[in-house]
């Protein structure tokens, strides 16, 4: 995060219904195209369904600022269908290297992936 604010990529979105924050979207602005990183929404508002207007409007600066593309990123979700009928997945790899600190690491990254299997699994 605090690389991405120094190189100024960083992008966040906020929609304001009357002094209240009503939705917020954070993202990164990286090889002409905006990837969504964090969306948020206050419950409060949600029969306005203030995250989708605030999708279009970050839709709307993807076309304003002539960007290739926006990319929900996370998880294949429902609400996205409105958007887009288009999915793609990313795949993401860690290499360690074959040293003490890299063996601690990677077992600290399996421990947490079974740990977050066990709590999938559980809910």
């Known amino acids: 995060g605090a690389v991405a604010a120094k190189l100024g990529i960083v992008r966040v979105f906020v929609m304001r219904i009357g002094e209240e ?11 002409n195209c905006l990837w969504e990183l964090k ?3 206050n419950d409060a508002f949600s029969k306005c369904s203030p995250g989708q207007v605030l999708t279009h409007e970050t839709l709307r600066y ?4 002539g960007l290739d593309g926006h990319e929900f990123l996370g998880a294949d979700e429902a609400w996205e269908r409105v958007w887009t009928d288009t999915a793609r997945e990313y795949l993401s790899f860690r290499l360690y290297p074959y040293t003490l600190a890299g063996i601690a690491g990677l077992g600290e990254h399996v421990g947490q992936a079974a740990l977050a299997r066990v709590r999938r699994a559980l809910a």
């Open 21 to 31: 924050v009503a939705a917020v979207r954070l993202a990164i602005e990286y090889l």
């Open 62 to 65: 993807v076309f304003e600022h």
């Open 39 to 41: 969306i948020g929404f």
